[in-house]
């Protein structure tokens, strides 16, 4: 089909790959490694290719949506996030999270399905077998640490020793690269797998055990359940039966779920303050105490918190617009505002409203909450809150708005 | 066949994949907080976890099981241990409940030992459900067979 290039170059490269490598000695190949180890006849070409398939489908979801939020959150100049549709992100990381939690049966499938090939005899035929079983080495490591670091993370659970956002993003181009790897490597593998029609099968019941079909279907089923059992963290009505989600979109103070408390953002002292003042920096200084918030034009939206862990929850927050208090300290409608907490540290103390988030109607600065004063775990004094946009940077206990340097 | 130079398309891929790999490691030595040695040692602890705990486990119990289950329910178990292997490697960090921290009620609210249960437990009524169903439908259709066999005149 594809002509390859003449010699050259890549003719060298090719033979140099493909030169053998000295045989181990035959005694070596004891227990696994034995021809015939494994018996089952279930795996096949056409089970890996198809797994393979809708792997590298679930990976794709789990990369793009993940450079979202990436972008969201630490946005490169050429990157702009609208502030509608108002659910968005909901959806964005609602299918990271739960296509991540589907990547379990399936990874589990595949690694089943291809584990004789970890005792493949020799170990190496040559430099290129070498170097294609070292990048899929990569694939497996990358692949089961983006999965396994992603479902700790939901359950707040960080034992691995480095932070989370950082390694799970690098990883990421990981994996995804070692899987382009993998792809090119089995090419004509696929190829053949994915061939229609499909040879036939024998009978289920007098064969005994599962066939291809029924394997697929079975770990179809496994990601149905999980995602039954977990999904009901981002649609509330699925809650009652989603006994195994890390979140209920209706438990937490106010009867809304919450990321990070007074106590643990060590602000209660200063949220408490009487002489609190919000500090609104422009050609015009504003400083603010509670009750002249109170008094301004207040306005009532639902907007849902959506947090980056996947789960996600609807309420009623009362407000004053932050475009009004931007307009009345004469800030520019078209420059980059930056929103920072009372927290005294922390990654998330700041954040940034680019123009479509605070030229946004929706976009508040609450004082209240499904028709009480905001909680204090919720941001009292006051909180940010826009649309389609993660919970991290909905800043709460809000201290200072300003023009971003 | 190994002789034959690669296709161009292969030689795309590897190149693109070769690219992002090194990106993300480059990424991965050079970032803030990301601690490449602690990186190192979790992913090589999760590969022997996979391959030399999780794996042998797994063909084990298979082959356990086509040695002892009759083979008309075999892919049944088959189906409902996968399910539930699956499920209960899901649960685990949130029945262990490592991530709870008194000052947040709403993190991890639920009792997931109680919830892992319930939820295998209607695995297996389905996959019951299924087997049985499957098994009604058989004798139905032999029935129907003999009978006819016997009433009809023989092809």
């Known amino acids: 089909m594809v002509r390859g290039p003449g010699p050259g170059v890549t003719a060298r490269l090719s033979a140099l790959l493909h030169r053998p490598l000295p045989a181990p000695p035959p005694w070596l190949r004891r227990g696994p490694f034995a021809a015939g180890a494994f018996g089952s006849r279930l795996r096949s070409e056409r089970l890996s290719a198809w797994l393979g398939l809708w792997l590298g489908v679930a990976f794709g979801v789990c990369f793009v949506t993940g450079l979202i939020s990436h972008g969201i959150q630490d946005p490169p100049s050429w990157f702009s996030w609208p502030s509608r549709p108002v659910h968005l992100y909901q959806v964005t990381q609602g299918l990271h999270v739960a296509t991540g939690y589907a990547c379990i049966p399936l990874l589990l499938a595949k690694f089943w399905a291809i584990y004789p090939k970890l005792f493949t005899w020799p170990p190496a035929r040559d430099l290129g077998h070498a170097v294609s079983r070292a990048a899929l080495l990569v694939l497996v490591a990358s692949a089961l640490l983006q999965v396994v670091t992603g479902v700790m993370n939901t359950a707040r659970w960080y034992a691995f020793g480095f932070f989370f956002t950082v390694v799970h993003y690098w990883t990421a181009w990981i994996a995804i690269g070692a899987l382009l790897i993998h792809v090119g490597a089995q090419l004509a593998v696929i190829r053949r797998g994915l061939a229609r029609p499909a040879p036939p099968e024998p009978d289920p019941v007098t064969a005994g055990g599962l066939t291809r079909r029924g394997f697929l279907g079975t770990v179809g089923a496994a990601i149905g359940v999980i995602t039954v059992a977990t999904l009901g963290q981002t649609v509330a009505p699925l809650a009652p039966i989603s006994l195994l989600a890390p979140r209920r979109p209706d438990v937490g103070p106010q009867g809304l779920p919450v990321n990070r408390s007074a106590v643990g953002a060590g602000v209660v002292d200063a949220a408490r303050d009487p002489d609190y003042r919000l500090v609104v920096v422009g050609p015009r200084r504003l400083e603010m105490s509670l009750a002249d918030l109170a008094d301004l034009t207040a306005h009532t939206v639902d907007l849902p918190i959506t947090c980056v862990e996947g789960w996600s929850a609807m309420a009623t927050w009362s407000g004053v617009r932050v475009r009004d208090l931007l307009d009345a300290a004469g800030i520019d409608p078209d420059a980059d505002v930056q929103v920072t907490s009372l927290q005294p540290d922390g990654l998330y103390r700041r954040s940034t409203l680019a123009p479509p988030q605070h030229r946004d109607p929706l976009t508040l600065l609450a004082l209240g909450l499904n028709g009480a004063t905001l909680d204090l775990d919720h941001g009292y004094p006051c909180r940010l809150i826009a649309p389609n946009r993660p919970g991290v940077l909905q800043t709460k206990w809000v201290a200072r708005i300003e023009v971003s340097r | ?155």
């Open chain 2, 1 to 155: 066949m190994n002789e034959q130079p690669l296709p161009r398309a292969r030689w795309a891929l590897y190149a693109a994949g070769t690219g992002l790999v090194a990106y993300g490691a480059y990424g991965l030595l050079t970032a803030n907080r990301s601690a490449p040695l602690a990186w190192a040692r979790f992913a090589a602890l999760l590969v022997v976890a996979n391959d030399g705990v999780l794996a042998p486990l797994v063909v084990a119990t298979g082959a356990t099981i086509v040695r002892i289950m009759p083979g008309g329910s075999r892919a049944y178990v088959q189906s409902g241990l996968f399910i539930s292997g699956t499920l209960i490697l899901l649960a685990l960090p949130f029945v262990l409940g490592f991530g709870r921290t008194s000052d947040l009620q709403s993190a991890l609210p639920l009792d997931y030992g109680t919830g892992l249960l319930v939820t295998l437990a209607a695995v297996w009524l389905g996959i019951g459900a299924a087997a049985g169903g499957r098994h009604i439908a058989r004798r139905r259709r032999d029935g129907n067979a003999t009978s006819s066999a016997n009433d009809g005149p023989l092809p």
